[in-house]
Structures are given as structure tokens and as C-alpha cells.
T-cell receptor, first 109, second 115 residues
Framework: DAKTTQPNSMESNEEEPVHLPCNHS???????IHWYRQLPSQGPEYVIH???SNVNNRMASLAIAEDRKSSTLILHRATLRDAAVYYC??????????FGGGTRLMVKP | DAMVIQNPRYQVTQFGKPVTLSCSQT?????MYWYQQKSSQAPKLLFH???????NEADTPDNFQSRRPNTSFCFLDIRSPGLGDAAMYLC??????????????FGDGTRLSIL
């Protein structure tokens, strides 16, 4: 049971921002929210993670709702290389990842 | 660059013939994980090592075993592969501790085919 809900697929235009939503309404107070992405024929790649505060890194931003029941991964300017499956994962104290279905992001030129 | 390396990228074996997949890391991470990813599905954790301590997931078949001779290397052994074991096998590492605050670093996987 992945315990997160994401849209199956989303589309974006190249060079536009993308907001990928994730619901995790049963999240516990100590679960971190992790995002990974998987490009075709590659292993998953870590993108970003957070607990309560919004987070930024060179790849993306993570906006976490105040009640922590949802989060949004923000890609500021989508490129064709960002086309991938994006997984939102609740990471508990054991640091075990349970992958759900993810969101397949398609980027149009 | 520090990384997680899986060899080979593609492996073909015969039904019932034992096969070993290997993973090495230069990150000096405490924890190493093995995942199975079948076609069009998400990765599924099989087991992990925290240092020398082996931790099996409850629903991992007995056919799958693992060895970690040292910090850098970890092996996945499939004793008698069946057709249903054809999949991508992913190795990952992370630092220990941190309570969910540790990213995992994945290799690019070994795609196993069963004839």
C-alpha cells in the first residue's frame, strides 16, 4: 500500500512550469515526503524531499501543505529531458520506499 | 563521481538455472537495497542490508537471496528462476539512520530475461 495518490499522467509544454500533485492524507507526523523520477531504461533518480517546510534544490521545488496531507512538486521550466514517471513516496522512520503508480509526465516541444 | 553500479545491464538465463546479479557502490553507504521492477509496474522492495544485518520483506519469495561480503558490494541470487522472475532488478543505497530523511541512490538496473 503506497498510501499516496497521484494522477496517472500529465502533459506540459516545454519551458513552462509544471506542478505535479500528490495526496497523502493519512501521513504520520514523522513521515518524510520523497520524490523520485524514472526516465526510460534507467533506475529511479532522487529529486527532492521534505518534512514540513517547502524545499528548493537545483532540480525542483517541493511545496508541502500546512496540514501535510498533500504536496506539489514544481519543475520551474520543463525540458524534454524531464519526461519521466514521477513518484511521490512517504518515507517512514525505517527509510523504506514503497512506490505507488506515479505520474507519467509528457513534455511537448 | 560516486555512484551505484550494476553489472551486467542485461542478463539472460535459462529457466531453473541459478543466476547472480551484482551491485557495487562508491558512496560508502551503510544500507543497500534490492528492488524488482516488472514491466509497466513500480519498483518493489525485495530486501535490504543495514551494514551486515539482512532484512527480508515479508512477501519476498524464498527463491531470492542476497549476500553482502563487504560495504561496497551486494549480490542478488535467484536460485531457480521462473518465467515470472523476468524483470528489471534495481540496486540502491542510502546512509543509515535519519528516520526517513535519507535519499536513496539507484543504479541503472539489470534487466533479466528467462528463456
Amino acid at each position: 500500500d503506497a498510501k499516496t495518490t497521484q494522477p496517472n499522467s500529465m502533459e506540459s509544454n516545454e519551458e513552462e512550469p509544471v506542478h505535479l500533485p500528490c495526496n497523502h492524507s493519512t501521513i504520520s507526523g514523522t513521515d518524510y515526503i520523497h520524490w523520485y523520477r524514472q526516465l526510460p531504461s534507467q533506475g529511479p533518480e532522487y529529486v527532492i524531499h521534505g518534512l514540513t517546510s517547502n524545499v528548493n534544490n537545483r532540480m525542483a521545488s517541493l511545496a508541502i501543505a500546512e496540514d501535510r496531507k498533500s504536496s506539489t512538486l514544481i519543475l520551474h521550466r520543463a525540458t524534454l529531458r524531464d519526461a519521466a514517471v514521477y513518484y511521490c513516496i512517504r518515507n517512514n522512520a525505517g527509510n523504506m520506499l514503497t512506490f505507488g503508480g506515479g505520474t507519467r509526465l509528457m513534455v511537448k516541444p | 563521481d560516486a555512484m551505484v553500479i550494476q553489472n551486467p545491464r542485461y542478463q539472460v538465463t535459462q529457466f531453473g538455472k541459478p543466476v547472480t546479479l551484482s551491485c557495487s557502490q562508491t558512496l560508502n553507504h551503510n544500507v543497500m537495497y534490492w528492488y524488482q521492477q516488472k514491466s509497466s509496474q513500480a519498483p518493489k522492495l525485495l530486501f535490504h542490508y543495514y551494514d551486515k544485518d539482512f532484512n527480508n520483506e515479508a512477501d519476498t519469495p524464498d527463491n531470492f537471496q542476497s549476500r553482502r561480503p563487504n560495504t561496497s558490494f551486494c549480490f542478488l541470487d535467484i536460485r531457480s528462476p521462473g518465467l515470472g522472475d523476468a524483470a528489471m532488478y534495481l540496486c540502491a543505497t542510502s546512509r543509515g539512520g535519519g528516520g526517513g530523511n535519507q535519499p536513496q541512490h539507484f543504479g541503472d538496473g539489470t534487466r533479466l530475461s528467462i528463456l
